[in-house]
Nanobody, 118 residues
Framework: QVQLVESGGGLVQSGDSLRLSCGAS????????MGWFRQAPGKEREFVGA????????RYADSVKGRFTIFRDHAANTVYLQMNNLKPEDTAVYYC???????????WGQGTQVTVSS
C-alpha cells in the first residue's frame, strides 16, 4: 500500500507563504488523482484542493481559490500545495490523500501542522 508523508508545515505570519509536500513511497502514486484536506481544532476535516493524475487539472475550495496552488512532480512522486497570502483561518493540520475522490481504501498522510498568526 502506498504511504504518504507530508512535510513543510510551520508557524508563519498572516500574509506569508508556505509550500507543503506530499511524498509517496511508491511510483504507483503517480497513477492517482490526489487531494489535500485540512482539519482545524474542533472542526471537521475539509477539502482544500485536488489534482488529476496527469497534474493538468486542479480544483480548489472557495476559501483558498486564488491563494493556493497544487502541482505535482511525477519524477519525485511528490505533490505540492503552494499556499500564498496565508490567513489565520488557514491554521489547521493539512493532510494529503490518494486516491481522490476519497474511497474506503484511500491512503492518508500523517498530517503537517500549519499555524498562521495574525
Amino acid at each position: 500500500q502506498v504511504q504518504l508523508v507530508e512535510s513543510g508545515g510551520g508557524l508563519v505570519q498572516s500574509g506569508d507563504s508556505l509550500r507543503l509536500s506530499c511524498g509517496a513511497s511508491e511510483r504507483t502514486f503517480n497513477f492517482y488523482a490526489m487531494g489535500w484536506f485540512r482539519q482545524a481544532p474542533g472542526k471537521e476535516r475539509e477539502f482544500v484542493g485536488a489534482v488529476t493524475r496527469s497534474g493538468d487539472i486542479t480544483r480548489y475550495a472557495d476559501s483558498v481559490k486564488g491563494r493556493f496552488t497544487i502541482f505535482r512532480d511525477h519524477a519525485a512522486n511528490t505533490v505540492y500545495l503552494q499556499m500564498n497570502n496565508l490567513k489565520p483561518e488557514d491554521t489547521a493540520v493539512y493532510y494529503c490523500a490518494a486516491p481522490y475522490p476519497v474511497v474506503p481504501d484511500t491512503t492518508w498522510g500523517q498530517g503537517t501542522q500549519v499555524t498562521v498568526s495574525s
